[in-house]
């Protein structure tokens, strides 16, 4: 076996960091069992460089009641800390490699630890996914006080658990601090980014958010709009929704100037639901298929700005894509939202609670107790981030059929008032905001995909600020590539050039609608 050795000089009389002719391995090793500010490490396992991927320290570890954490600290360390954001209600650890069942051995590692050997640091939020009493979201409402704190871990307190330990994990491993710490994060790991931003802007020098709106308020009663007509006759049929799928992409598709299977100009689609009306000519025969008055009032409003009756805007709506796989999680998302905000655990777990949603008397209940839990990102305070000279990149697939695309961009605008009305003269030198072609939600959002990873760091340590980015569509179950498309900057949107391999990213110019 080969040792990995490091040399540095120890930061003080009485430091607990490794001493200069120690092996990593055996600092991997002694750090098992460590208690630092309340967490516990449970495990550590040294890996050896192998297969291309690099020597590492894996360190697992938890914090009462329900946090576990996950922190891999490479041999040939660049400095960098990597934390990376979760998904969903959380639960789980998105762990940096995965490994072969029968034999241990890794079969993949993310780009952050191998190509990039930035320390990697992941939470499964403050709950455990696998444990029905300590699982999101309905642990939150169990009324005890590990709940309460469970809820708070996943509002906004295990980001902050989670950066504090790797940092002192790292000064225990390589005796010195991170000289860049970084933040990524899409669904909820998107949320997770904002909140950083907002929370903590002087401890990240650069923030990669994706696929979520930086408002969980109008995320959640967006959900439960559309959520509360479940089990009703307003809400379309699976067969009807693919019905809808179809034909608005039959409708958008050629508007990239390419008939692929995506509505890359999401812009220029103004299909209209009303021609699938039972009886319309335009419509299936079949009353399975085609829709009823209130169907096509159901996907309109999808479409449409949520408002309340004032006018005022709290959502902007969904770009065409394939609701059917997602829409029948709407309930259940904002339920568990709803939940946190609430503390009732009935908006979750009864559809009949979820049909009873009312958007102008329950928005402000939601809107109060998401902020009072801390779950909601102050766009002001990331504006703040963004004007400080931080870097911030967001991110959204064109037609994300979880979270709307429209409703990011709407947000997004308003951050980047507010960082103007800062003193930001172009906000552009600190934040761009970036598209996925006809991706669907979280499309995009693993590295190998779109590598998030360059993108920032090549901004924040060089000043190379990203103008495009390159797409590597893969096959979910597969891994295999299946194209590559250009991702540019909104509002452009990349329109095929009339020539080449139309699954060439150099077949396509980022255009403007």
Request: hydrophobic share 35%; proline share 4%; charged share 15%.
């Amino acid at each position: 076996m080969v040792l990995v050795w490091i040399s540095f000089l120890l930061v003080g009389c009485g430091d607990n960091s490794a001493s200069p002719s120690i092996p990593l391995a055996t600092t991997c090793a002694n750090l098992n069992g460590a208690i630092i500010d309340e967490v516990t490490i449970t495990s550590t396992k040294w890996y050896e460089a192998a297969d291309g991927y690099p020597a590492f320290c894996q360190v697992n570890a938890t914090r009462a009641p329900y946090l576990d954490m996950e922190i891999d600290l490479p041999a040939n360390w660049s400095g960098r800390l990597w934390q990376q954001g979760g998904g969903g209600f959380d639960g789980t650890i998105t762990s940096a490699i995965t490994t072969d069942a029968t034999t241990g051995a890794i079969t993949s590692m993310s780009i952050a630890l191998k190509e990039g050997l930035a320390v990697y640091a992941a939470s499964n939020g403050g709950n455990r996914s696998a444990v029905p009493a300590q699982a999101a979201p309905l642990v939150w409402s169990d009324g005890t006080q590990d709940g309460v704190t469970s809820a708070r871990d996943y509002a906004y307190r295990a980001l902050s658990t989670t950066r504090e330990f790797a940092r002192a994990v790292i000064l225990k491993f390589y005796g010195r601090s991170p000289s860049h710490t970084y933040f990524n994060g899409c669904s909820n790991g998107g949320r997770n980014a904002y909140v950083a931003a907002d929370r903590w802007p002087d401890d990240y020098d650069g923030i990669v958010s994706g696929c979520m709106v930086m408002d969980i308020t109008g995320q959640t009663v967006a959900w439960m709009d559309s959520g509360s007509k479940s089990g009703t006759p307003a809400m379309p049929s699976a067969a009807q929704w693919q019905a809808v799928t179809a034909a608005s992409m039959e409708a958008c598709d050629a508007l990239d100037g390419v008939t692929d299977g995506m509505i890359a100009n999401q812009a220029a689609c103004d299909f209209d639901a009303a021609t699938l009306h039972c009886g319309e000519p335009t419509a299936d025969s079949d009353p399975a298929i085609c829709l009823t008055s209130e169907q096509v009032q159901t996907v309109k409003d999808v479409t449409s700005d949520l408002k309340l009756e004032d006018g005022t805007t709290v959502y902007s709506g969904y770009n065409w894509t394939d609701w059917y796989s997602h829409v029948v999680y709407y309930g259940l998302l904002g339920g568990g939202n709803a939940l946190l905000a609430t503390g009732d655990a009935a908006w979750f777990s009864e559809l009949a609670k979820q049909q009873s949603f009312i958007l102008d008397h329950d928005y402000p209940i939601f809107q109060y107790g998401l902020r009072i839990t801390g779950a909601n990102p102050d766009k002001s305070r990331v504006a703040a981030f963004v004007a400080s000279g931080r870097k911030l990149i967001s991110w959204h697939a064109g037609s994300d059929n979880l979270s709307s695309f429209n409703d990011h961009v709407r947000n997004y605008s308003t951050m980047i008032n507010m960082a103007a009305g800062q003193g930001l003269t172009d906000p552009e030198t600190h934040t761009r905001f970036f598209v996925v072609p006809g991706g669907s939600h979280t499309d995009g959002e693993e590295l190998t995909e779109i590598n998030w990873f360059d993108a920032i760091t090549q901004w924040v340590e060089k000043d190379i600020a990203p103008e495009q980015l390159l797409y590597n569509k893969r096959d979910k179950a597969t891994g295999a590539l299946l194209r590559t498309l250009p991702v540019c900057r909104h509002p452009q949107y990349p329109r095929y050039n009339g020539a080449g391999d139309v699954n060439d990213a150099a077949s396509y110019t980022c255009t403007k609608p």
